[in-house]
C-alpha cells in the first residue's frame, strides 16, 4: 500500500496523539505490518517521535506516539484574483507565519511573480530553523502537463504561463503548484471538514466557481486536468452570456461578481450580510435574503447534479460566499434534497478555514506530495 496508509497514519497521530500503535491499528483499521512501516518511515523522517508514558504500573514505560511539530516547515502560496497569500505550517497544521497582499489583476505578470518569490522568500527566511518540507503553489486555475497556466479569461496575460518554472527560476527551488480547487479539497481533508471521507467534493465560491474532486482520497483530474469546471456548468442555456463563452453558467449566478451585482445598493459581501440579518435587528432585509436564496437555490440544483454524477461523501462549500452560508444554504439544502438522488448518503458542509484555505491548500498539497513514494506493505 502506498501514500494513502501514510497520511492516514499520521493524520491519526495528529488528531489522537500521544497514541501507542496499538491504539493506532484499534482507530486505523489498518495492518499491524502496515502501522509497522508506516510509523517508521515517520520516524525515519522525523515527522513523529516517540515518547515515554508515566504509569503507576512498575516495569518499562509504554511508547506512545506524537507529532514532531517543532521539525518541519511547509510553505503554502496562494496567488488569487482577489489576493496574494502565503503561509508558513508545520506538519499538524499550525500557523508559524501568513502574509498576505494585493491580487493578480492589478499589476504586469512579472511585477506579481517576483512579488510572490519575494513574499515566500521572507516566509523562508523566518523560519529557517526548521527542515523545509516544500514550497506548494495553489494556482489560479488548471495546470497542464507541462506546469503551465490553461486559459482563465479573468487572467488573460497568466495564460500558458510555466508558473512552476517562473517561480523556480525566482527562488532557486523546487515548487510544486496546484489548481486552486484542488488545493481546497485538499486542505479540507487534511484540516477541515472531511477528514474522515475518501470522496469528496469541495465547491469554491468567490470570484469564480470551481470544483476539487477527491475519490478514493486522491485528486480526480480527468484527461487534461480540467475536471471539476462547475462553475460552468449550464443552468440556463437562454442565461447571461459567461467569460467561457457559454451561457447561463453556474458562475453566471453563484459566484461573487454576480451576487454582489444582484444585490441592491452597490453592497460589498459584509454590507450584503448584515443587512439581510438585518442591522442586528432580528427581522431581515428581504431583498437582500431574496438574492441569497435565489442563490442558494441555483446552486442546490447544480449540486444535486453533482451528486448524482459523483455520489461523494460529503460535499464542502467554501470560499468567500461560504460566509453567508446561514442565509443560502436552507435554500440550496433544499433543492439537493429535491433533485438528488434520494438514496444517497452524501451530507452537505460548510468550509470554517476562511480567506487563509488557499494557502494552507498548497502546504497539504505539499505535504501529500512529499509522502508519496512512501510504501508501505500490503494489508494482510
Known sequence: MAAVS??????????????????????????????TNATRSLLNRRL???????????????????????????????????GMRCIAMNPAGETLGYEQGAGLPGEAVEAALDRAAAMVKRAIADHCGRKLMGIGVCAPGAIDENHALMPNPRLKAWNG??????????????????????????????????????????????????????LGGDIFRGSQGKAGEFGHMTLDPEGPACDCG??????????????LEAAPGNATLEELITRARGNGGGNGQSRERAVLETMGKRLGIAVANAVDLFDPELVVI??????????????????VDAHADK???RRVSVSHLGTQAGA??????MLQTALADDETEPES
Open 6 to 35: 501514510v497520511l492516514h497514519i499520521l493524520r491519526s497521530i495528529r488528531e489522537h496523539g500521544p497514541i501507542s500503535r496499538t491504539s493506532l491499528q484499534q482507530i486505523t483499521g489498518l495492518s499491524w505490518g502496515t502501522i
Open 48 to 82: 513523529i517521535r516517540e515518547e515515554r508514558v508515566e504509569t503507576s504500573k512498575a516495569g518499562r514505560k509504554p511508547v506512545h506516539l506524537t507529532l514532531n511539530r517543532a521539525e518541519h516547515c511547509i510553505i503554502g502560496l496562494e496567488l488569487g484574483i482577489d
Open 161 to 214: 504561463l510555466a508558473i512552476k518554472l517562473e517561480l523556480e527560476n525566482r527562488l532557486g527551488m523546487e515548487v510544486q503548484a496546484e489548481r486552486d480547487a484542488n488545493c481546497l479539497a485538499l486542505v479540507e481533508r487534511w484540516f477541515g471538514e472531511a477528514a474522515h471521507a475518501q470522496d469528496v467534493l469541495c465547491i469554491c465560491l468567490g470570484e469564480t466557481v470551481g470544483m476539487g474532486i477527491l
Open 246 to 259: 457559454d451561457r447561463g453558467c453556474v458562475e453566471n449566478y453563484c459566484s461573487l461578481p454576480a451576487v
Open 318 to 335: 467554501a470560499g468567500k460566499l461560504a460566509a453567508a452560508w446561514e442565509w443560502f444554504s436552507p435554500a440550496m439544502l433544499g433543492e
Open 343 to 345: 438514496s444517497s448518503k
Open 360 to 365: 494552507m491548500g498548497a502546504c497539504a498539497m
